[in-house]
């Protein structure tokens, strides 16, 4: 789950990141009033949308006074925010972000997040900070410092020593680094997070460090012991389709291709992707149905895959264990009747309650194509998908 910057600048703050004083607003007059609680002018106006890239869409502006603090919030509330992650559609801004503003001398980067391949957290730095951390790593990955932290024994000063060194501080700076690191660490695993990045993190010029811009991403697992986390939600940020599959317990990613995937297990939904592609076909979407779905939720399913227009075709691949495949084929034929589907549907079912699967899918009377592997499956949709984009039967 991502948060917006005003709301990880808060969290920040809470676990001892020295973070500049700022507001949000969902209103333009708000703002006047508000700004009597901050140091400045100046102030910096920034919209709050979960994208990168902001300032080069004209989403982040300067203000030397108030009365351009409130012109600024007013341009920048309802503005669509078009920047390379979000897309042509961009995203619609629906509050700002108003901080005091810093002197800053020098801009660096910090990041933690989990090394899952060497099975502990590790710390980024660069003295490369407020530029993609992904370029300078491809482009210069000699000014990347990585500083890994055994998850069992826990932060240690040598760790921020250790970065602080790599990074070129000294002094009180390389101490309050330090005490930045601990800070981010403990709210990293105290709050489930999979990422805490400061970019930039600042030297003022007197020396001081300051978090200036916060990203903040948590694990949805570990939501439900954090009711205060979940809580910063906002769903206008999300896929709607996601959120509605959210609601019927279902896992669902939106993908760019033409074949429509619902499989049960996420580890045979990511198979399924992959064999769709092999065999030259481009998967839609991400959709795991669980271990217990009802024909309900496969008809709910059903729905959320065909609101995307791009889709040409559906797989249907399921392997029964705990999930009973007559339970899944009676959705199929149900969501098939009621939503009136005209796109290709094939069947892969496998396991328990397979026979009785088949013969509900034969008797249906529509056009359902059985399949009896994950190959055969693929070949067989990525086929009529392509016929039917050629206009053919």
């Not at 034929?333 to 496998?350: C, F, M, N, W, Y």
Request: charged content about 25%; some cysteine; proline content about 5%.
């Amino acid at each position: 789950m991502n948060i917006h910057e005003y709301q990880a600048r808060q969290l920040l703050r809470e676990y001892g990141v020295p973070v500049k004083p700022d507001f949000a607003v969902t209103a333009a007059s708000e703002v006047e009033q508000k700004l009597g609680a901050l140091p400045g002018p100046p102030w910096i106006v920034k919209a709050q949308a979960h994208t990168g890239g902001r300032g080069k869409a004209g989403g982040v502006k300067l203000a030397k006074s108030k009365d351009e603090a409130v012109k600024y919030a007013s341009a920048i509330l309802g503005m669509t925010l078009v920047t390379p992650q979000t897309g042509p559609k961009g995203k619609l801004v629906r509050a700002v972000m108003i901080a005091e503003d810093t002197d800053i001398a020098k801009e660096y980067y910090l990041g933690l997040l989990a090394d899952r391949t060497a099975a502990d957290y590790v710390f980024i730095g660069s003295t490369e900070g407020g530029v993609e951390i992904e370029k300078v790593a491809t482009e210069s990955p000699q000014k990347i410092a990585r500083v890994h932290v055994d998850p069992i024994a826990g932060y240690r000063p040598y760790h921020g020593a250790e970065m602080a060194r790599r990074l070129g501080f000294t002094g009180a700076p390389a101490r309050q680094l330090g005490m930045v690191m601990a800070g981010m660490f403990r709210l990293f695993t105290e709050k489930d997070a999979s990422l805490v990045e400061i970019n930039p993190l600042v030297r003022a010029a007197d020396g001081s460090l300051w978090a200036l811009d916060a990203k903040v991403t948590f694990d949805d697992n570990g939501l439900a012991r954090h009711p205060e986390i979940a809580a910063l939600r906002d769903v206008h940020e999300e896929d709607p389709d996601e959120v509605r599959a959210a609601r019927h317990d279902l896992n669902y990613i939106k993908l760019d291709g033409t074949i429509g995937c619902l499989v049960n297990g996420a580890g045979l939904a990511m198979a399924t992707m992959d064999i769709v592609k092999h065999h030259g076909g481009s998967p839609a979407n991400f959709l795991d149905v669980g271990g217990t779905a009802s024909t309900d939720k496969v008809t709910e399913a059903f729905k959320i895959i065909l609101s995307d227009p791009n889709v040409k075709g559906i797989l249907v691949n399921i392997f029964g264990g705990i999930m009973k495949c007559d339970v899944i084929a009676e959705g199929i034929v149900a969501a098939s009747r009621t939503l009136g589907v005209k796109v290709p549907i094939v069947a892969r079912l496998d396991g328990t309650n397979v026979e009785p699967a088949r013969t509900i899918l034969a008797a249906s009377g529509l056009k359902i194509i059985p399949a009896g592997s994950m190959a055969e499956a693929a070949q067989r949709i990525v086929r009529e998908t392509q016929q039917q984009r050629k206009g053919r039967p």
